[in-house]
């Protein structure tokens, strides 16, 4: 078995990941976590290294190619207990695919639908912009949280609020989501970038500032999203998967409905057909 993380690494020449394999990948990861979650289980460690690939049809490797009858079985890791998360290296062991309530010390279901969200933009970046320009990163949780502000935007105190109640957010872990509304934030990277010497060189632009001006889009890192690239469909359920407040996001009923999915439901529907009439 090959992990999602080593067939995108040992296709690194390619400029995109094919849309449908990117569709069907993710399509069986919300399956599987539909029924995880009918278990009121969450996984919390849903990345690239966590999801496993079947049916390798040599030893270089699954191969993988557009057609989707080539497209390989998707299969989550075992669960685990999710390591402290200050001071993780964010791309090899999660941090930057983990949703902001984790760093609080809390989850809920829809905290695996924030880490398929960043699985899918990972998935659809090229290979220069996984290197460059990640989704969100960071080694620690003011990293990870200051780098998601500037993505998605800086949430409101309203929002924080909602995330501390709807996760139950212990009184251990809610000075690390207020740290994004009081300013506590904002003040330590304006120290750390001084300490740098580099407020000199941010021009016009200040880029320590969690503002609405400071946002990144997710077209700045993920070019496939592009209106001219004509992925409007997969921009829409990355954007309602990415939400600061858990209730926000898309369920995962909705998800496996959406146009994104919709040839790999509407194939693995008629195969379920097909596979009854044969009984």
Excluded at 26 to 38: A, C, D, T
Excluded at 105 to 112: C, G, H, L, R
Excluded at 270 to 277: A, H, L, N, P, Y
């Amino acid at each position: 078995d090959w992990s999602l993380a080593s067939y995108v690494q040992m296709n690194q020449s390619n400029d995109f990941i094919p849309v449908p394999i990117v569709a069907d990948v993710l399509y069986r990861v919300l399956e599987g976590l539909k029924y995880i979650h009918s278990k009121d289980l969450i996984h919390r460690e849903i990345r690239p290294s966590s999801i496993f690939l079947l049916e390798v049809t040599n030893s270089t490797g699954p191969q993988v190619h557009e057609n989707n009858s080539q497209c390989p079985k998707s299969f989550l890791e075992h669960f685990g207990v999710m390591k402290a998360l200050d001071g993780m290296e964010a791309n090899e062991n999660g941090a930057s695919f983990a949703a902001p309530e984790t760093f609080g010390y809390s989850a809920v279901p829809s905290s695996d639908i924030w880490s398929v969200g960043c699985v899918m933009a990972w998935l659809l970046q090229t290979p220069v912009e996984r290197a460059t320009a990640p989704l969100f990163s960071g080694s620690n949780s003011r990293e990870v949280l200051t780098s998601i502000c500037r993505r998605i935007g800086l949430p409101t105190a309203n929002d924080i609020e909602d995330v501390l109640v709807t996760c139950q957010i212990p009184k251990s872990g809610k000075h690390i989501l207020l740290g994004l509304v009081d300013g506590t934030y904002d003040t330590i990277n304006k120290r750390i970038a001084a300490a740098k010497g580099e407020s000199a060189s941010l021009g016009v632009r200040d880029e320590t500032s969690l503002t609405p001006e400071a946002r990144r889009p997710l077209e700045r890192c993920v070019s496939s999203l592009e209106k001219e690239k004509g992925n409007s469909v997969a921009k829409d359920l990355l954007e309602k998967m990415i939400r600061w407040r858990p209730n926000d996001r898309i369920s995962i009923q909705d998800a496996l409905q959406h146009d994104f999915f919709k040839k790999v439901r509407s194939r693995y529907e008629r195969k379920k057909r097909d596979s009854e009439r044969c009984k």
